[in-house]
C-alpha cells in the first residue's frame, strides 16, 4: 500500500512494504523527482530501512546461546515485511512492524515503529524500536535513503560532489567527487564521524539534499559503478564485524526486555 503525506513545501510516498520511503518531491517542483526511482533493472531499492543489523553478517548467520540462525541478507529483516498503518494525520504517517520472533531468523520479539513527518523543507522518518522478549536484545539502525544523482535534468553527474560538514579521516577535504570510479570496490565507509550533516550538492548552485548526522557515529556512502542515476548518503548507528555475535557488532546496542531506542532519519531539500 502506498501511502501519500503532504506538507507545505515537500510532497513524499511511503511503501507500507519495508515502511520504506518511497517519493519525495517539492510541491513546485513535481517535475524533478528527488529520490530513485527503484529500477529494477539497476537497483530495487528506494530508501530501505536497515534493522535490526546493518550490512551483512559474516558466513550468512549468527549465533545464540547454541541456536545458528540464518541471516543471508543484508541490512536485516525490516525492509521485507508489511508494516502495518497505525496512526494518520494531516503532518505524519507512523507505521508499525511487530515481529513475534522466530528461533529460525531472529529469536527476540521485538516492535518497530516508523513515523513519516513533513516541517517546512525537512523530512523526518524517525524510528522506535521495542524489545518485547524476556531476554536481552541486539540491535543496529541505519538508513540507506537513495538520492537522484542529477536530480536536476540539465545536469550530468560531474555536476554533483557530496560535501561533509567537516573534514572526515578518509576525506580530508570534506569533500567526496563523484566518479565512474568512486564505488567500484561498492560502499565507501566514514567511521567516527565528525561531520553534522552530509549532503549531496549542486556544483555552482548551492543546490543540495541534506542528510542530519549530527547524531549518528557513521555513515557510508554507496552507488554502482558509474553512478548510474543514484547516491545513497546513509547514516548507521553500527557496522559489520563481530564475527557470528550480534551482541559484538560494532555500535550494537544491547536493549533490556521492555527496553527501546529511538533514532531519526532528517532530509532536508535546500533547493
Not at 518531491?25 to 530501512?49: F, H, K, Q, S, T
Not at 557496522?239 to 526486555?257: I, K, S, T
Request: contains cysteine; charged residues 25%.
Amino acid at each position: 500500500m502506498l501511502y501519500e503525506l503532504k506538507g507545505e513545501v515537500l510532497c513524499v510516498k511511503v511503501n507500507s512494504f519495508g515502511a520504506e520511503l518511497w517519493s519525495l518531491e517539492r510541491n513546485d517542483m513535481p517535475e524533478r523527482p528527488l529520490l530513485w526511482d527503484g529500477d529494477a533493472a539497476v537497483w530495487p531499492g528506494r530508501a530501505p530501512l536497515l534493522f535490526p543489523w546493518c550490512g551483512a553478517i559474516e558466513g550468512g548467520w549468527f549465533q545464540v546461546g547454541g541456536r545458528r540462525c540464518a541471516a543471508p541478507r543484508k541490512h536485516g529483516f525490516a525492509r521485507d515485511m508489511e508494516h502495518c498503518l497505525e496512526e494518520r494525520t494531516e503532518s505524519s504517517l507512523t507505521l508499525c512492524l511487530d515481529w513475534p520472533g522466530d528461533e529460525e531468523r531472529f529469536p527476540w520479539s521485538c516492535s518497530l515503529r516508523t513515523r513519516f513527518s513533513l516541517e517546512g523543507e525537512e523530512l523526518t522518518v524517525a524510528c522506535a524500536a521495542v524489545n518485547r522478549s524476556p531476554d536481552p536484545m541486539p540491535v543496529q539502525m541505519g538508513f540507506h535513503p537513495a538520492f537522484r544523482c542529477p536530480y536536476t535534468p540539465s545536469k550530468a553527474r560531474k555536476d554533483y560532489i557530496i560535501r561533509f560538514e567537516k573534514p572526515e579521516a578518509n576525506c580530508p577535504e570534506g569533500v567526496f567527487s563523484l566518479s565512474e570510479d568512486s564505488f567500484s570496490q561498492d560502499c565507501v565507509y566514514f567511521p567516527h564521524l565528525r561531520s553534522d550533516w552530509v549532503q549531496l550538492e549542486e556544483k555552482g548552485t548551492g543546490n543540495a539534499l541534506r542528510v542530519d548526522t549530527a547524531e549518528w557515529p557513521h555513515a557510508v556512502l554507496w552507488s554502482m559503478p558509474g553512478v548510474p542515476g543514484f547516491v545513497c548518503i546513509e547514516p548507521w548507528s553500527g557496522l559489520e564485524g563481530g564475527g557470528h555475535d550480534l551482541f559484538r557488532r560494532p555500535g550494537a546496542l544491547r536493549l533490556e526486555p521492555g527496553g527501546s531506542h529511538d533514532w531519526a532519519l532528517k532530509i532536508q531539500v535546500l533547493l
